[in-house]
T-cell receptor, first 116, second 111 residues
Framework: SAVISQKPSRDICQRGTSLTIQCQVD?????MFWYRQQPGQSLTLIAT?????????ESGFVIDKFPISRPNLTFSTLTVSNMSPEDSSIYLC?????????????FGPGTRLTVT | QKEVEQNSGPLSVPEGAIASLNCTYSDRGSQSFFWYRQYSGKSPELIMFIYSNGDKEDGRFTAQLNKASQYVSLLIRDSQPSDSATYLCAVKGGSQGNLIFGKGTKLSVKP
């Protein structure tokens, strides 16, 4: 598996501000993903963080709202921009670890965001 | 639209019983299947993965896969109150190699 840390673990932010979430992995990984889990819901993919190129966004998510950086194979950031109360969610970083030629995905501890 | 369906529950079983959690998926080409356990306020924890038809056992957990029926299940033997959590079924099948999740089944194990 992989050891994944996220910062901050939680935050309360005001409407209209931005928050940058950091994800750090203890080993180099090719695939790194950002998911969102809204209250009482399952996980939805926001985007894949690609090292050395722009992130690949899922339908319904745009770069202006959720800019992502991936400067190397162990680190990524997700920014939630111009926040509204609808952005209140848990944001999760995950990595795909290859084992036996198959990928297993592990999650970081998450960032719980509340927008007031 | 690829989908993963789970019964949301809650599923309530007595301590020591077998808990059976079920999941169906829409994409017949899916190859990798995962079960995550998520305690309230925590992130998902990978507990089982299965790639081939049949059963895969790990301790008290058994994953079962039937690709012809597009069906995955998780059995928890000798259920304990500490098993009380939401169990998420996930299929690797997104366009980016990501997982597609079901809505999760909430399991409650009563002492």
């Amino acid at each position: 598996s992989a050891v994944i840390s996220q910062k901050p673990s939680r935050d309360i932010c005001q409407r209209g501000t931005s928050l940058t979430i950091q994800c750090q992995v203890d080993s180099q990984v090719t695939m790194m993903f950002w998911y969102r889990q809204q209250p009482g819901q399952s996980l939805t993919l926001i985007a894949t963080a690609n090292q050395g190129s722009e992130a690949t966004y899922e339908s319904g998510f745009v770069i202006d709202k959720f800019p992502i950086s991936r400067p190397n194979l162990t680190f990524s950031t997700l920014t939630v921009s111009n926040m509204s109360p609808e952005d209140s969610s848990i944001y999760l970083c995950s990595v795909d670890v290859l084992r036996l030629e198959k990928g297993e995905q592990y999650f970081g501890p998450g960032t719980r965001l509340t927008v007031t | 639209q690829k989908e993963v369906e789970q019964n949301s529950g809650p599923l309530s079983v007595p301590e020591g019983a077998i808990a059976s959690l079920n999941c169906t998926y829409s994409d017949r080409g899916s190859q990798s299947f995962f079960w995550y356990r998520q305690y309230s306020g925590k992130s998902p924890e990978l507990i089982m993965f299965i790639y081939s038809n049949g059963d895969k056992e790990d301790g008290r957990f058994t994953a079962q896969l039937n690709k012809a029926s597009q069906y995955v299940s998780l059995l928890i033997r000798d259920s304990q109150p500490s098993d009380s959590a939401t169990y998420l079924c996930a299929v690797k099948g997104g366009s980016q190699g990501n997982l597609i999740f079901g809505k999760g089944t909430k399991l409650s194990v009563k002492p």
